[in-house]
């Protein structure tokens, strides 16, 4: 039964969600609490603990401020609903267990992203932001662009790092560059290739 949760969010079971995300699905994932919260660009409905849920919406915020200058399109008119797993068993077991970290569901009446932790690192962003640079690149006329342009756009702007009010593009991830210490060139290349999609 939906309700009031913390942080005058609203909460419900993770069967409602199910119906609401997706549509005619059955749920399987464990029975989390999932709440909603709300920011002027996002819609996010999460099993997310409350701490991390405003996190991840004001890195959001970061992120799509950052990426709009970056890209110079207008912002979306409509709040961007994106749905977030805190476990990726449960994503896995609504849409598939091979199934990328993140994907978007554009539709005339508003765009969606669903995301869980990475199957590699357990990070919520970059799948996140892969997908929503996507949506921001095609713009409210849903613009084609070349696919080299938009996949390597899409990958740049996925390890953008957020923290307060910095949004740094364009540079190594922090463990990458940690584990990246003595490796071989072939050693590089696999840790690597985990960021590159």
């Given amino acids: ?65 950052a990426a709009l200058t970056l890209l110079d399109v207008p912002a979306p008119t409509q709040r961007v609903r994106v749905t977030v797993f805190e476990e990726r068993a449960d994503f896995a077991a609504l849409f598939s267990p091979g199934r990328k970290d993140a994907f978007m569901q554009p539709a005339l009446d508003g765009h969606r992203l669903v995301g869980a932790p990475g199957a590699d690192d357990g990070r919520l962003e970059p799948g996140i932001f892969y997908e929503h640079a996507h949506l921001l690149q095609r713009g409210p006329q849903a613009q084609s662009l070349p696919l080299w342009y938009a996949e390597g756009v899409a990958g740049l702007l996925s390890n953008a790092q957020v923290a307060d009010d910095v949004v740094k593009i364009g540079a190594l991830p922090d463990d990458v560059l940690a584990a990246a210490a003595g490796l071989t060139p072939e050693g590089l290349s696999r840790l690597l290739s985990r960021y590159t999609r």
Avoid: I, K, N
């Avoid at 994932?29 to 709440?35: G, I, K, R």
């Avoid at 660009?41 to 799509?64: G, I, K, M, N």
């Fill in 1 to 65: 039964m939906p309700g009031r949760g913390p942080l005058g969010t609203w909460c419900l079971r993770a069967a409602t969600l199910a119906a609401l995300c997706c549509g005619p699905v059955r749920a399987e994932p464990a029975d989390a609490a999932w709440c909603r919260y709300r920011s002027g660009a996002f819609d996010l409905v999460t099993s997310l603990e409350p701490a991390r849920a405003h996190d991840l919406l004001a890195q959001l915020e970061r992120f799509q401020q």
